[in-house]
């Protein structure tokens, strides 16, 4: 799912393209997509657009008479920029938006439709699309270690709620947690004074880097290839390759959709984090350590 680095990278490259602009038609290639009645297409379609705005992890298009056009990737929606009028591309395409420059596609690949646009008027409806967590990189660290605290869960579930943190998800909490030496499963609740610093200023370091690299791409092309597995990253998707900084391979937990990545070494003090999956099968012979997890493959696996 695009988080929040990957969303301003979209607005960048999407205003430059259509604020000023007016919107000529929207084209639907599956009704279910729009999950509003009132205001109508019709009512919005010849809107001029004002200004784009991040809620969340959603993306909304701010269109003159306060009408708003709300659009929610979810995991796999993603955006295309073609010439004007351009033909829909097949069955990924959910919607279009007709420009005289240009037409702004919204796609979504694979056979689940999550993707979703709500048309709203009025400031107020803006809210039933906020989910209360605090902006991580305008939070002070007093606010930053309210919301932290908020309740005793894993780190990893912290910095994913949007409740607590709006825009972090699966891919930059990995990146965050690796940057601030920290196991995914530490509870917010055990967390000394050092930890909570020291994770503040990550969630800054990190999401600010990659906010920087992918802005500055989207100022040079339009973003075509939206992926929560970038060149560069230090944990996340880089499951058995070797953590930058200190070798070891890169492990994972993996649960529902989400996966968890992170260095044994660096994170968990050499400890394997147990996958629900596997350590029940496993039981006794879960591997506690990056050696005992080779003597595992090993025996299993005598000519590896």
């Not at 919005?44 to 909304?60: D, F, H, N, P, Q």
């Not at 803006?126 to 660290?141: M, N, V």
């Not at 940057?179 to 969630?203: C, M, N, W, Y």
């Not at 992918?214 to 929560?228: R, Y």
Request: a neutral charge; hydrophobic letters at 35%; proline letters at 5%.
């Amino acid at each position: 799912m695009p988080e929040l680095p990957d969303i301003l990278a979209y607005i960048k490259a999407i205003e430059s393209r259509v604020v000023g602009g007016r919107i000529n038609g929207i084209r639907l290639n599956t009704p279910f997509v729009l999950r509003t009645v009132k205001p109508s297409i019709d009512e919005v379609a010849s809107c001029e657009v004002r200004a784009l705005t991040r809620i969340g992890k959603r993306i909304a298009l701010n269109l003159e008479n306060e009408y708003y056009i709300v659009i929610h990737l979810m995991i796999a929606g993603r955006f295309q920029w073609k010439e004007t009028n351009a033909k829909l591309p097949g069955k990924l395409a959910l919607a279009a938006f007709d420009f005289d420059n240009g037409t702004l596609v919204l796609t979504e690949a694979g056979s689940k439709r999550r993707a979703s646009i709500h048309i709203v008027q009025g400031r107020e409806a803006l809210h039933q699309f906020q989910r209360g967590g605090i902006e991580p990189l305008e939070a002070t660290l007093e606010s930053f270690r309210d919301a932290l605290t908020y309740e005793n869960h894993t780190l990893k579930r912290s910095l994913t709620d949007p409740r607590l943190f709006s825009g972090i998800g699966n891919a930059y909490s990995d990146e965050i947690l690796h940057h601030a030496r920290l196991s995914p499963v530490k509870l917010t609740g055990r967390l000394t004074d050092t930890e909570i610093v020291t994770l503040f200023q990550s969630t800054q370091d990190v999401l600010q880097e990659w906010i920087r690299r992918l802005v500055a791409e989207a100022e040079c092309e339009f973003p075509k290839k939206v992926t929560a597995f970038r060149e560069g990253m230090a944990a996340h998707g880089r499951y058995q390759k070797p953590c930058p900084d200190c070798g070891s391979p890169i492990q994972r937990i993996e649960y529902a959709d989400n996966e968890c990545n992170y260095c044994p070494t660096c994170q968990t003090d050499g400890k394997l984090l147990a996958d629900r999956g596997l350590s029940r099968l496993l039981k006794s012979d879960w591997p506690r350590s990056l050696t005992e997890l080779e003597d595992l493959k090993s025996r299993y696996n005598p000519s590896a």
